[in-house]
């Protein structure tokens, strides 16, 4: 019989952080769960880490793989998941120890495809620990006219067409029904850096309910080297340019592209427009900028 709650783990190079996100999920108030972790060919002490840990707990399970990257990583857990929910949280992070338990009981409660969470921000530089990030946060929710709609039952995205480009994209500050995403074919795009923009758009145009949870339950660790280690550098940033098209096509595939068009067209040029702003390395800036030009070339930057 498969568990309530499977938590899928990529863990590449994770060892400082590792053993304190692998802790809270043990703990975890809600206890008939999986831990997958699947270990993306990780050449420091990861893999020691994980298997000390397996040892003592029989619901982690050890994937081993070639390094492929983060998506990939994901989506192997996906395919071997067999709680009736997933969930995710990347080795550098940490979750409340109540967070599954509260984000499956709204689950059930509202028989919800997709349950979604507020986020604490853990800035790694200065150790200190916020909650009221606007992007991390549900504070856009927050901000609509009537959030009853949104805090006190279930919605679909029609009832954020205004915003839906302003959700916080993440995949571990959700718990999503496991046959949803089978039935739905929903998975990561690999080989790509900001993937989560697309996964995140399939969720939310699919699912017929979402609820949310209102209090930060996962723990982001922001600057930590391992989002670098993990290829979140200048030059991936270049990988916007394709994660926008294959946005897109999701949209024109689910037959609401003409709904959210001109939202989506706003975020696309505000979005590589900021992403340009934050570039450094020289090299990358440039062909960034051919590439915003060849789009927008009546742009300013």
Not at 224 to 250: A, P, R
């Amino acid at each position: 019989m498969g568990k309530k709650v499977s938590v899928i783990v990529p863990v590449y190079n994770a060892e400082k952080y590792l053993k304190k996100c692998l802790q809270s999920l043990v703990e975890q108030t809600l206890s008939d769960i999986e831990i997958i972790c699947i270990n993306d060919g990780s050449t420091d002490n990861s893999l020691s880490i994980i298997e000390q840990f397996a040892k003592s707990d029989s619901r982690i399970k050890i994937i081993t793989t070639q390094n492929r990257g983060q998506s990939q990583a994901r989506n192997k857990g996906l395919e071997i998941a067999k709680g009736e929910y997933t969930g995710f949280l990347d080795s550098d992070d940490y979750a409340d120890t109540t967070m599954f338990e509260k984000l499956y009981t709204a689950a059930k409660q509202n028989d919800s495809d997709v349950v979604m969470c507020g986020v604490y921000i853990l800035n790694e530089k200065t150790g200190a620990i916020t909650s009221n990030d606007p992007y991390f946060g549900l504070k856009i929710f927050e901000e609509q006219k009537d959030t009853g709609v949104f805090f006190n039952g279930v919605f679909s995205y029609e009832q954020c067409r205004d915003f839906l480009f302003r959700i916080c994209v993440v995949p571990w500050n959700k718990l999503i029904k496991t046959d949803f995403l089978k039935k739905n074919s929903i998975k990561f795009a690999e080989g790509l850096s900001f993937e989560d923009n697309i996964f995140s758009l399939e969720l939310l145009l699919n699912a017929g309910r979402i609820s949310l949870v209102n209090e930060p339950l996962p723990y982001y660790r922001f600057g930590s080297v391992h989002s670098l280690t993990y290829g979140i550098n200048d030059y991936s940033k270049l990988d916007l340019f394709n994660v926008f098209n294959k946005m897109e096509v999701v949209l024109r595939d689910m037959g609401v592209f003409e709904e959210f068009g001109e939202y989506f067209f706003n975020h696309k040029k505000n979005t590589l427009l900021y992403w340009y702003k934050k570039l450094n390395d020289s090299n990358v800036k440039d062909l960034y900028k051919k590439r915003l030009l060849k789009l927008y070339s009546d742009m300013i930057i």
